[in-house]
């Protein structure tokens, strides 16, 4: 309840609204997350051409942790690189936005083998690709943030730190924008947040289309910086804002984060559901049970809808070692492109049609996943809305010899249809948390409620 008050009162402070904050014209309605639009750096900068492709920030990137462009299975010794970790934020400089701030294109227009890897096969860009791209153009992001005076007296030493995907936060795609593959794609962002060890970053994404640069979406992703030997975490540079637009961007990151911390809080793991979410439950019951013979078991579908359980779609991967970050980790871009597609695949075979995503939220990093694993994965659709549908899909590492799972990734997307799609039930207790759970995530991300335990009600007021 401390951190739901604290998070009320920033949110008043900062002058939000009950539907979103708007800023430079760009508005994100009722979720935790709500992004702007910078205008860092040189103007004229960032609506030109970015310099530099992905693949030449991913190869300068290699360099600066030292990474080996070729898989060993043996562990590289770094304790040497404990050195040149600070004590505190005393001993680094601070920095600002702009330092940070950066941009690269994906040149699909001129790249025929490129293209070839992110068409769909009717003729968009797979969107799972791009969050490949993003995940790691936002760890640059996160090492451009980094100054760190003790690695200039070692120069021949690749950067101490490992700094590893934490979640994503939010990612909504821009209504009626396609992504074509035939045309450049830009991103570009900047570090907009820092505690002692995270970061969180905003990332654009915008297309050349007729001749102009067209925003497709945004994301915020969020970062924790690891020892070299990645057991405990790593001090980072504080960031300190120097415009009134920078210093709303960083107050938005701290409100952001005690958002963050009111869905820990505030899970259906924790906190049984308020009154208006058990008489909806209730109310599903009732519509599929026989009162009259006092049947607890549901008997009765609804014609037309579908059980959850009977929606969901499974997926099993070996991780082979191309598969690796540059730490030697299975890379988490790659894990949320299997998720995303597996997840697309659901509400495709639910709905009966192409659907297009229109917003990801809360993408959590649980515990790395090791090369030579198996990567289970399983998607769902756990909510309907007319055309749209909320999709759970969670990855865990399988023990091939017992098939125990352990989390390693839990992922929330709303696809849009063109037309309405057959409703989904619980048919379980168990798939009741999920159903309210995926109407708690659809309804942030549509405006509907500002933060994930809102209450719905009086009654469901307890504070």
């Known amino acids: 309840m401390r951190v739901r008050y604290l998070f009320k009162s920033f949110q008043a402070a900062l002058g939000c609204t009950t539907r979103g904050l708007s800023v430079n014209g760009f508005l994100f309605p009722g979720n935790h997350v709500i992004i702007q639009r910078s205008s860092l750096g040189d103007a004229a900068a960032q609506n030109a051409m970015p310099t530099k492709t992905v693949r030449d920030m991913v190869d300068k990137f290699t360099c600066m942790v030292g990474a080996s462009s070729t898989y060993s299975a043996a562990t590289v010794d770094r304790t040497e690189l404990l050195k040149l970790l600070p004590k505190s934020q005393d001993e680094l400089p601070t920095r600002t936005m702009s330092d940070s701030w950066d941009s690269a294109v994906i040149p699909l227009s001129t790249n025929k083998c490129l293209r070839e890897k992110y068409i769909t096969f009717n003729e968009g860009v797979r969107i799972g690709r791009l969050l490949e791209d993003l995940d790691v153009?936002?760890?640059?992001?996160?090492?451009?943030?980094?100054?760190n005076p003790r690695q200039a007296e070692h120069p021949d030493l690749p950067s101490p730190y490992i700094i590893v995907t934490g979640m994503m936060d939010r990612m909504d795609f821009c209504k009626g924008v396609k992504l074509d593959p035939n045309h450049d794609i830009r991103i570009s962002g900047h570090v907009s947040w820092?505690?002692?060890?995270?970061?969180e970053t905003i990332v654009h994404v915008d297309q050349l289309q007729d001749g102009a640069w067209k925003k497709v979406t945004t994301a915020v992703f969020v970062f924790v910086a690891r020892d070299p030997l990645n057991?405990?975490?790593?001090?980072?540079?504080?960031?300190?804002p120097n415009t009134e637009e920078e210093k709303k961007i960083?107050?938005?990151?701290?409100l952001n984060k005690l958002s963050r911390k009111i869905v820990k809080e505030e899970s259906l793991f924790k906190q049984p559901p308020n009154e208006t979410e058990k008489n909806l439950v209730h109310e599903l019951f009732l519509s599929m049970s026989n009162p009259k013979q006092h049947e607890f078991a549901p008997k009765r579908k609804p014609q037309g809808s579908r059980w959850i359980s009977e929606t969901k779609i499974k997926n099993i991967i070996m991780c082979h070692p191309e598969h690796r970050n540059r730490f030697g980790k299975v890379f988490g871009g790659f894990i949320m492109r299997k998720a995303i597609e597996?997840?697309?695949?659901?509400?495709?075979v639910h709905s009966g049609q192409r659907c297009t995503i229109s917003h990801i939220d809360d993408v959590v990093f649980t515990r790395p996943v090791e090369v030579g694993s198996l990567l289970y994965l399983n998607a769902q659709v756990v909510y309907t809305d007319g055309e749209h549908m909320q999709v759970s899909t969670k990855a865990s590492m399988m023990d091939p010899v017992t098939q125990t799972l352990s989390l390693t990734n839990i992922f929330h997307f709303t696809f849009a249809a063109d037309s309405a799609v057959p409703p989904v039930l619980p048919c379980t207790y168990h798939e009741a948390m999920m159903y309210l759970d995926g109407r708690r995530h659809y309804q942030l991300v549509t405006g509907e409620r500002r933060y994930y335990g809102q209450q719905e009600s009086n009654e469901d007021r307890h504070d």
């Open 194 to 199: 820092t505690g002692t060890s995270s970061i």
């Open 250 to 254: 960083f107050e938005q990151g701290v």
């Open 231 to 240: 057991q405990g975490a790593a001090i980072i540079n504080k960031l300190v």
């Open 137 to 147: 153009f936002s760890a640059w992001l996160c090492y451009r943030h980094v100054h």
């Open 342 to 348: 597996l997840a697309w695949t659901s509400a495709l």
